[in-house]
């Protein structure tokens, strides 16, 4: 049974290659200020581990000594079941995104059984829609006119919503049972497009669109372990088939 704050302990919080250390330090403050407990960065470079400390101060350095550091996306957001994706850019690859409040009200059920991770993109220019893919939510906070915020004020906003929203307005709530991890979709969303490549469904000209396409309406199924592995198995059979139907025609 869940203890009041222990429910965060299942959300992460992830910085997606963090220009400035001094950021990173700020986000693990705001981390422990609001109960949350696990940093994530991805990033391919050294980080400044005096300019982190510094600025998350001592109440908050324990945030940064067991902080996560990643060299790709793929492989941070693995173990996470819901993702969402932190952005001011609007477009039509975007989807349509909710307030930090309407993603903290969407979440409250899942986060019981389920690990998620709220992602932040760099400084100078956010997340990419390749980083995003990964995502099943986008956030985006409501300002009046000018929409860009810095880093650390756009974690702490989150921040204070998870808060809000799931400890301080705490609802019963029906818990959503365990769903398939990034990691488990991944797979699945490989033999998916290994398939559809096989019967000339992705033509290269669409191929990213369609796969986009494919990836947001699986995931918002929230399909689970079991389901996703048998579409998995679904396309891995599909696969051998058509291979061996090739080699009995090649035969003379």
Not at 28 to 44: K, P, Y
Not at 95 to 105: A, C, F, K, L
Request: aromatic share 8%; net charge neutral; glycine share 6%.
């Amino acid at each position: 049974m869940l203890t009041d704050t222990s429910i965060l302990d299942n959300i992460a919080i992830i910085l997606v290659h963090p220009k400035f250390p001094e950021n990173i330090g700020a986000a693990a403050r705001t981390i422990f200020n609001m109960g949350l407990s696990q940093l994530i960065v991805v990033s391919d470079r050294k980080l400044d581990s005096t300019a982190m400390t510094k600025m998350a101060t001592h109440n908050a350095t324990h945030i940064i000594d067991a902080m996560e550091v990643f060299p790709t996306l793929e492989q941070a957001v693995a173990p996470f079941s819901f993702i969402v994706g932190t952005t001011a850019r609007r477009g039509r690859q975007r989807g349509s995104e909710r307030s930090p409040r309407q993603i903290v009200t969407e979440l409250a059920p899942l986060v019981t059984n389920n690990r998620a991770a709220f992602l932040f993109g760099p400084e100078n220019c956010g997340l990419t829609n390749e980083e995003l893919k990964y995502c099943h939510a986008t956030s985006a906070i409501p300002t009046n006119g000018f929409s860009s915020l810095n880093l650390a004020q756009a974690v702490a906003i989150h921040c204070y919503e998870l808060y809000h929203g799931l400890i301080h307005e705490r609802k019963d709530i029906e818990p959503v049972p365990r769903i398939a991890t990034s990691f488990e979709l991944e797979g699945m969303y490989e033999h998916v497009e290994k398939a559809l490549v096989r019967i000339n469904f992705l033509e290269a000209k669409n191929h990213t669109y369609w796969m986009n396409n494919i990836r947001g309406f699986l995931g918002r199924m929230r399909l689970s372990s079991r389901e996703s592995n048998i579409i998995r198995g679904i396309c891995r059979q599909f696969i051998r088939h058509q291979k061996q139907q090739e080699e009995e025609q090649q035969v003379p």
